[in-house]
């Protein structure tokens, strides 16, 4: 029987707890599937957590909130695979911008021909 992949979160503690709830959350006695990242949060732990999930090999996507996302732009444009797929997502207090998403510029750029 073959097994599906996780889906990882790196978000605020509203949008963790709603894909938890929704039944998103693994927890096994060394790691678990999300990162609550709180206003006291270190950055460090949110690059840590993001290369963490990107090295898992039972990842799949991996959800940031997109202000998140532009915290740690530099690691995250130096991620280049497929899978894990990250997803850049909104937040209650952050709605989405596609202009910072990396992933919709360089969609752009292909689209418009300049890629």
Known sequence: MEVGK?????????????????GVGHRTANSTNFLVVKPDTPLKAVEEAFKSFSTRDDIGIILINQHLA????????DYNQTIPTVLEIPSKEHPYDPEQDYIMTRVGMFLSGGG
């Open 70 to 77: 532009s915290d740690i732009r530099h690691v995250l444009k």
């Open 6 to 22: 996780l889906v990882a979160v790196i978000g605020d503690e509203d949008t963790v707890s709603g894909f938890l709830l929704a």
